[in-house]
T-cell receptor, first 117, second 111 residues
Framework: GAVVSQHPSRVICKSGTSVKIECRSL??????MFWYRQFPKQSLMLMAT?????????EQGVEKDKFLINHASLTLSTLTVTSAHPEDSSFYIC?????????????FGPGTRLTVL | GQQLNQSPQSMFIQEGEDVSMNCTSS?????WLWYKQEPGEGPVLLIA?????ELTSNGRLTAQFGITRKDSFLNISASIPSDVGIYFC???????????FGKGTKLTVNP
């Protein structure tokens, strides 16, 4: 089956620093990538949607200058949290669309736990 | 944005018991999906439903797409300890690929 990886799995950083999270598809080309944020004991909230080679579309209330998304290729998307603050501490999860049609060809990554001190 | 109402919020059951959880919405959904998430991991798709009235099974799991297209349920039969986790319903509306998630049902199975 399809495999999606995220790196790092956990990161702890100081307030004010930037953190880059990578999401890779290991055995398929992802035409569309989604980034979610999940706070403890909460549901997943969509942050942005990106298609390879074009700018990401951000959900209402998500600052595009703070959460930089680069869909560099059909196998890699990155989310950079710039000038991170403690309130950005969360579980960040990517979801990739294998493009074969149907929502069951979309796969979640294992997530990245970000802790900002 | 659109919210899915998922219930119950949590369940504590004995091994071997059956489990039922559901999601409702005030508006119509085109697809209903059920995911399981374990601590520190991303959600894993359990069952996908595409048609009103559709009833689909995956092992001990059964899910149905409500006829009104505004609800769905997930049943787990003969629960086992490894069923523990948080179960999320999710759905899409219109022609959008965006998934709207419910708030999750935390399942605890006592051996």
């Amino acid at each position: 089956g399809a495999v999606v990886s995220q790196h790092p799995s956990r990161v702890i950083c100081k307030s004010g620093t930037s953190v880059k999270i990578e999401c890779r598809s290991l055995d398929f080309q992802a035409t569309t990538m989604f980034w979610y944020r999940q706070f403890p004991k909460q549901s997943l909230m969509l942050m942005a949607t990106s298609n390879e080679g074009s700018k990401a579309t951000y959900e209402q209330g998500v600052e595009k200058d703070k959460f930089l998304i680069n869909h560099a290729s059909l196998t890699l998307s990155t989310l950079t949290v710039t000038s991170a603050h403690p309130e950005d501490s969360s579980f960040y999860i990517c979801r990739l669309d294998a493009g074969r049609g149907g929502t069951d060809t979309q796969y979640f990554g294992p997530g990245t736990r970000l802790t900002v001190l | 944005g659109q919210q899915l109402n998922q219930s119950p919020q949590s369940m504590f059951i004995q091994e071997g018991e059956d489990v039922s959880m559901n999601c409702t919405s005030s508006s119509i959904f085109n697809t209903w999906l059920w995911y399981k998430q374990e601590p520190g991991e991303g959600p894993v798709l359990l069952i996908a439903l595409y048609k009103a009235g559709e009833l689909t099974s995956n092992g001990r799991l059964t899910a149905q797409f409500g006829i009104t297209r505004k609800d769905s349920f997930l049943n787990i039969s003969a629960s086992i300890p490894s069923d523990v986790g948080i179960y999320f319903c999710a759905g899409t509306q219109g022609g959008s690929e965006k998934l709207v998630f419910g708030k999750g049902t935390k399942l605890t199975v006592n051996p």
